[in-house]
Each structure stands twice: as structure tokens, then as C-alpha cells.
């Protein structure tokens, strides 16, 4: 005989075998299946205080649900596609085994308020891993930036030689970034982190429900104060989503550097074999395979975030169907995320750095340019006239096919009386570097500190 749906009895046919496939979840909700039967477990014990459910029945419950976590783990639950979604398996599961102690659970209760817990419990709890792995990606990208607080490197603008920086100036951007992730990943968690149980299918329930219990025993921060809203609002899941994408595109542009470092024709770095791949056809070739494909996942996470906001745009209150795609694309975001993020902390251990070649991309650019613009304000020239001064010995060295720092000084003279042969100093890239000596300045003293300021936040 056919199994009859929870919501069967309403019904004079049963559904094709189309629109069973077509409307079940199970095949990608059955991820949330854990954090299901937490949510069922504080239901059942908060009724259990309140007098609805008896203390016999939640003993079976609990026993019950310990069995089935035991089954789900060891992958031996069988999950059913006629059965729906991972909420329906599991009270089914949980009757067979208890009998009508496990039809007592849904009291008080409807799977719309169920759902929203359950993701809301789960999307905590990869928070929580994302939160710790930019912390881990962190780390590495401070190991690295400590190791080249003096390298000297040509900062661009326009991709055109600008002034020197330091490699480790240049790596800290970075790490500035991943803590603003980092703060709003924990921003969106406080968000997310509330209880929508009690909420019952929209409207709230007829039973003396304790929802402050509930999420207290869910270690949810509060409850959501309206059941409509508690049922169908996924503002949490864009949320985080566009957290998600920003950190991502914060990687994509990490990945474009390393990928243009790594070109031969830069040279700066290189990243090691176990990160690259090889060509079929060219013998020669070995590929940045690892940040091309975070350049283009970060493509897919902003795609998700475009889904999900398109999802919730039209949807009148409360709960509707719809809110069930809001899962594959978070889900893949989240394994997208956690995935980008491990490998990515390794990737930074793995990158070999060439200072003398980032040093002649420094000397090629004139990058020192505006340090002798800045030399000559000292000296007492307006600063239009000396970056005019500037333009013509830069055109001058540039016909000579020589630095800035290597006309000598009478030529350099010839420019501007007010030249010295103090001048020299602010013309190499390590006199132009010491100089930026300030909050934020790219001297290696200050990237230093700031290393040490954001170890000491780490560590906090
Ligand atoms: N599978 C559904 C979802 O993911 C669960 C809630 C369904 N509720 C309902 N009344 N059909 O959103």
C-alpha cells in the first residue's frame, strides 16, 4: 500500500511521481538532519515542562532520537524521497520506532517554524567554522607579510609602477579586508542566532509554549518577536550570503596578484607544484590552477547571493514554498566558503617570494618619482612646479635608459637648483619606503607594528 503523507487526509489523489520529485527536498535538506533533531529535542523538552508532552513520552523521544542520530551517522538511515524532506523522515522514523509518542513531537509546532531553526542552527554553526578558518588564513598571510616587512615591491595604480611598497605592506590590505569578513560574519551571526520556534506555521500556537526555554536550551541569543516573520523571512541566509561574496571577491583579487606574480613575464612569486597543474599539450607549462578556480567560484557565490535575493523579492507573508530553494544555494556557498578558505591558508605557506625581481620592477617604474616631487616641496617648491621639475628628469632618465637615482647630481642639478646630494636618500626605493613613517604608511617599522597589532587581536 502507498504511505500516507503527514498531510494526506485532505486528499483524493495522491501526487504524480513528477511532482514528488519535483517538490521533495530530502536530497540536499538531509544535511540539516542533526541539527533537526536538536531543534526537536528542545521542543520536546520544553513541552515536556509545560505539561504537554509526558515525561514517559519524552524519555521515548529522546531514546528514539538517539537511535536514529546513531543511524544517521553511521549512513545506514534510510532516506526516503515520498517522505519529502528531512523533517518528515525523521518523525517518521522516530513513530516506527516509538509509536505515538513520536506523532506527539509535532505539537505545538509546524515545519515551517522547524525549518527556519534548523537552518538557523546549522548556518551557526558554519559561522563558527568560516569565523575560525579567516582566522587561520590570517595567520598565514601575517606569517608571510612578517618575513617580508623590508622587501621592497613596486605598489600600482592603473597596473602601472606607482611608488614602492613593501611586500608585507602589500599583504596586510589583504588581512584588513578578512577582518572586516571576520567582523561581518559575527555581525550576521547575532542575527541569526534566534529562535523562529513557537511560531508554529505562521500565526503562533495554541499550547502554553516557554519559547525563551527553547532557545535558551538551542543557546540562541533571544527569539524572534513575530511568527510571520519568524516563518518566512530569509534575510539572515542573504546576509550571510553577501558576507560570503565579499570575502570571496576579497580572495578573487588576491588570486588575480598571485596569478599575475606568477606570470614568467613577472616573476614575483612563485607557488608551489601541489597548488599548480601541468598542460596535456604543453610540456613547459605549470598553471595557477588553485587561484584561477577561486577567481571563478567567487563568480558562483555572488550568483547564490543574486538567488537568494531574487527568492525572498516577491513573496508575500508568511511561509511560502519558495523559501525551500533557499537551501542549495546557501549550502553551496557555505561548502564553496569553507573549502576557498583551507585551501587557501596552505596556498599562502606554499609561495616563494623573489625580492631581486620585484626590486627591478621598483628601479624600471621610477617609482620614486613623487619622492623627489615630495623632496623638492621640502626645499620650498610649490608642489605643481616640482612635479613639473620631476616630469622632464623622469623624460630625461627615460632617454638614457637609467633610474632617477642613477643621474648624477649635476644633471639632476640641471633640473632644479634646490637638488643636494642628500637627494639620493628619498631616490632609493628603501630611503622612499622609510619615509611613509606614519598610521597606515607602508614603512617596514609600521608594517611591523601592525603585524603585532593584529597578532595581539587574534589573540584576544
Ligand atoms: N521542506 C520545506 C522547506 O524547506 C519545509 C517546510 C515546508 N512547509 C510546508 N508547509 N510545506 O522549506
Redesign the pocket.
Known amino acids: 500500500m502507498q504511505d500516507q503523507h503527514a498531510w494526506s487526509g485532505r486528499f483524493s489523489e495522491p501526487v504524480s511521481e513528477l511532482v514528488k520529485k519535483y517538490t521533495a527536498?530530502v536530497g540536499f535538506?538531509y544535511r540539516l538532519a542533526e541539527f533537526d533533531i536538536e531543534g526537536s529535542l528542545a521542543h520536546a523538552a520544553m513541552l515536556g515542562r509545560a505539561g504537554v508532552l509526558s515525561a514517559d513520552d519524552l524519555a521515548a523521544i529522546r531514546r528514539g532520537m538517539a537511535e536514529i542520530v546513531e543511524e544517521i551517522r553511521a549512513g545506514r538511515f534510510e532516506w526516503r524521497l515520498d517522505l519529502?524532506?528531512v523533517?518528515m523522515n525523521i518523525e517518521r522514523r522516530l513513530t516506527d520506532k516509538i509509536g505515538d509518542a513520536g506523532k506527539r513531537l509535532h505539537t505545538g509546532r509546524?515545519?515551517?517554524d522547524q525549518?527556519a531553526t534548523d537552518i538557523r542552527l546549522w548556518l551557526r554553526a558554519q559561522i563558527d567554522t568560516i569565523a575560525g578558518l579567516i582566522g587561520e588564513l590570517k595567520g598565514s598571510l601575517l606569517d608571510l607579510a612578517e618575513q617580508h616587512a623590508d622587501t621592497v615591491m613596486p605598489g600600482f595604480t592603473h597596473l602601472q609602477v606607482a611608488q614602492p611598497v613593501t611586500f608585507g605592506h602589500h599583504l596586510l590590505a589583504y588581512v584588513e579586508m578578512l577582518s572586516r569578513d571576520a567582523e561581518r560574519m559575527a555581525d550576521c551571526r547575532r542575527r541569526v542566532n534566534r529562535l523562529p520556534l513557537g511560531a508554529a506555521a505562521l500565526a503562533g500556537t495554541t499550547f502554553p509554549i516557554d519559547r525563551h526555554y527553547t532557545a535558551e536550551l538551542l543557546g540562541f541569543d533571544g527569539v524572534c518577536h513575530n511568527s510571520l516573520d519568524a516563518v518566512s523571512d530569509r534575510d539572515f541566509a542573504i546576509e550571510f550570503t553577501a558576507a560570503a561574496s565579499l570575502l570571496m571577491v576579497h580572495l578573487s583579487r588576491l588570486s588575480e596578484e598571485l596569478i599575475l606574480w606568477m606570470s614568467p613575464r613577472v616573476g614575483f612569486i612563485d607557488i608551489a607544484d601541489r597548488f599548480c597543474t601541468g598542460s596535456s599539450i604543453m610540456p613547459q607549462k605549470k598553471n595557477p590552477d588553485v587561484p584561477e578556480l577561486v577567481r571563478g567560484k567567487s563568480g558562483r557565490v555572488v550568483g547564490h547571493l543574486v538567488s537568494l535575493v531574487t527568492l525572498m523579492k516577491a513573496q508575500p507573508l508568511a511561509?511560502n514554498?519558495d523559501?525551500?530553494e533557499d537551501?542549495e544555494p546557501l549550502f553551496d556557498t557555505v561548502d564553496t566558503l569553507i573549502d576557498t578558505l583551507r585551501i587557501y591558508a596552505d596556498m599562502m605557506r606554499g609561495i616563494t617570494v623573489k625580492p631581486e625581481a620585484m626590486r627591478a620592477a621598483v628601479l624600471q617604474g621610477f617609482a620614486t618619482a613623487t619622492d623627489l616631487a615630495d623632496y623638492l616641496v621640502k626645499k620650498g617648491l610649490p608642489f605643481r612646479d616640482s612635479h613639473e621639475v620631476v616630469a622632464l628628469a623622469v623624460r630625461h632618465a627615460e632617454g638614457q635608459g637609467v633610474d632617477l637615482a642613477e643621474l648624477p647630481l649635476a644633471v639632476l642639478q640641471g633640473f632644479s637648483a634646490l637638488i643636494g646630494d642628500d637627494v639620493y636618500a628619498v631616490l632609493s626605493p628603501e630611503g622612499s619606503l622609510a619615509q611613509r613613517d606614519h598610521v597606515g604608511g607602508t614603512a617596514p617599522a609600521r608594517v611591523r607594528a601592525e603585524i603585532g597589532r593584529h597578532r595581539a587581536q587574534q589573540g584576544a
Open positions: 527536498s535538506d519529502e524532506d523533517h509546524s515545519r515551517n525549518v511561509y514554498k523559501n525551500q537551501k
